[in-house]
Nanobody, 121 residues
Framework: QVQLQESGPGLVKPSQTLSLTCTVS??????????WSWIRQPPGKGLEWIGY???????DYNPSLKSRTSISRDTSKNQFTLQLSSVTPEDTAVYYC?????????????WGQGTQVTVSS
């Protein structure tokens, strides 16, 4: 059973960098063909895809966030990390780390419990 767990500060000041880590257990982040993603949900709004790092190490980002986003990984710890720079209160959201399986029926099949991040001075 794959499990994902987000960790990081719950409060970030405007203009600073938000940094969250996802620790994966029950499966390796280098196993083909999965994509390890970050998704967020602002209060009262729908889910927004932020980006992913693939099993190969390649990355892709939401164009609207690309200039501020970086996703990296530590394969020795089986973790991947989100960094979102120059945050504003509009980046306040619940942040989820999620596994995407591009198989026969593509799906986001495993989710972390989510972590609330508030951007406020």
């Amino acid at each position: 059973q794959v499990q994902l767990q987000e960790s990081g500060p719950g409060l970030v000041k405007p203009s600073q960098t938000l940094s969250l880590t996802c620790t994966v257990s029950g499966g390796s982040i280098t196993t083909s063909v999965y994509y390890w993603s970050w998704i967020r949900q602002p209060p009262g709004k729908g889910l927004e895809w932020i980006g992913y790092i693939a099993y190969s190490g390649s990355t892709d980002y939401n164009p609207s966030l690309k200039s501020r986003t970086s996703i990296s990984r530590d394969t020795s710890k089986n973790q991947f990390t989100l960094q979102l720079s120059s945050v504003t209160p509009e980046d306040t959201a619940v942040y989820y780390c999620v596994r995407f399986d591009p198989g026969w029926v593509p799906s986001y099949d495993y989710w972390g419990q989510g972590t609330q991040v508030t951007v406020s001075s």
